[in-house]
C-alpha cells in the first residue's frame, strides 16, 4: 500500500485547524502522514497558539509539525511541506476546511484503476452556521482532450486545492506551487495541463470548504500582481476560445480587479477597471455586479 501525505499550511487559525486534522484522522485509509507546516512565524503569538493547539498531536507522533522562520505565505509553505513529506501520493488540505469520510481512499482508488497523475472532485462551502453556501462541480469530464481541459481551465477553473491529489514524482515534475501573490492553485493546474499530466475527475463531493465568517478571498491589493501573472497566462491561449470566452475573461479579470480597488478605497483605479470591464462585455459585468454587490455595500 501507497503512502499519501497530506500537507496542511497554517496561519492564524489555530481555533479551525483541529476540526481539519480530525477530519484526516477519520479516514479509513490505513498509511497516510500529515505534514503541518506553521506559517505563522517562529516565536510568534499564533505560532505559540497553534503549538499548543497541536500539542497533543505532536506528543502522539499524530502529525510531522514545521514551522516557518517567518512567514512565506502559501505557496511557499505549501513547497516546504511537499518537500519535506514521504507519500508516493500528495493531497492539500486548508486549516479550517475538513475531509469527509473516504476522501483518500477515493482518489487513492481512482488514481490506481485509471493511471492518473492527478485526481480531482467536486467540492462544497459551508458558513459557520452549516448552511451550504455554493457547490463546485468541476469543469471537466473524464476522457476529455487535453484542449478542452486547457479551456475548461482557463474560463471557469478546476480549483481548489483540497480537492487535488497528485502522484508524487508528477507533482516534482511540474515544479510544485509558484511564488506568486494571487492564483497559486490556477498556476498548479495549469502547468499540470501543459505538461500533459493524465487528469481525472470524480463528480462527489467529499471535501467540505468553510467560510467562517471571513471571506475566502483576499482584498489586499499586493494580490493584484499575481492577478495580472493569471490574466497573461490566459490570455496565451485566447486563440482556442471563443469571441464570448475571450469576452468573458477580460470582463471577469477587471471586474475583480475593480472589486478589489474599491473595497480598498482607491475609487479612481475602481472606476477605470468598471470601464473596461463593462467594454469587455456588459452582460458579465452586470452578472459580477450581481455576485458583488452584498459585498460591495458593506
Not at 5 to 10: G, H, K, M, N, W
Request: aromatic share 10%.
Amino acid at each position: 500500500m501507497k503512502k499519501v501525505s497530506i500537507v496542511v499550511p497554517t496561519y492564524k487559525r489555530n481555533k479551525y485547524i483541529i476540526r481539519a486534522l480530525d477530519s484526516i484522522l477519520m479516514q479509513d485509509y490505513p498509511d497516510i502522514e500529515i505534514v503541518v507546516v506553521d506559517d505563522n512565524g517562529e516565536g510568534t503569538e499564533d505560532q505559540l497558539a497553534t503549538q499548543e493547539s497541536l500539542h497533543e498531536y505532536i506528543e502522539n507522533n499524530q502529525i510531522r509539525y514545521i514551522r516557518n522562520p517567518i512567514n512565506v505565505g502559501g505557496a511557499i509553505a505549501r513547497n516546504n511541506g511537499i518537500e519535506q513529506s514521504t507519500g508516493e501520493y500528495i493531497t492539500f488540505l486548508d486549516d479550517d476546511d475538513e475531509y469527509l469520510p473516504g476522501k483518500i481512499s477515493i482518489q487513492v482508488r481512482a488514481i490506481e484503476e485509471n493511471g492518473w497523475d492527478l485526481c480531482v472532485m467536486d467540492g462544497e462551502t459551508y458558513n459557520n452556521k452549516g448552511e451550504m453556501l455554493s457547490h463546485k462541480t468541476q469543469p471537466i469530464d473524464n476522457g476529455m482532450s487535453q484542449e478542452e481541459i486547457l479551456k475548461a481551465h482557463i474560463t471557469k477553473h478546476i480549483t481548489g486545492t483540497n480537492v487535488f491529489m497528485f502522484r508524487r514524482e508528477a507533482l516534482l515534475k511540474i515544479g510544485m506551487f509558484d511564488q506568486i501573490s494571487a492564483g497559486q492553485e490556477f498556476m498548479l493546474m495549469q502547468k499540470a495541463i501543459t505538461n500533459h499530466l493524465k487528469i481525472g475527475v470524480i463528480h462527489e463531493v467529499y471535501v467540505h470548504f468553510h467560510m467562517d465568517g471571513q471571506e475566502r478571498i483576499s482584498t489586499r491589493l499586493s494580490k493584484i500582481e499575481g492577478l495580472e501573472l493569471v490574466y497573461q497566462e490566459k490570455k496565451k491561449y485566447f486563440n482556442i476560445l471563443t469571441g464570448d470566452e475571450r469576452a468573458y475573461i477580460r470582463s471577469k479579470h477587471h471586474g475583480t480587479l475593480f472589486y478589489m480597488y474599491y473595497t480598498n478605497k482607491k475609487y479612481g483605479k475602481a472606476s477605470t477597471e468598471l470601464v473596461k470591464a463593462f467594454f469587455s462585455s456588459p452582460k458579465y459585468t452586470w452578472e459580477t455586479y450581481q455576485e458583488r454587490k452584498g459585498k460591495l455595500r458593506r
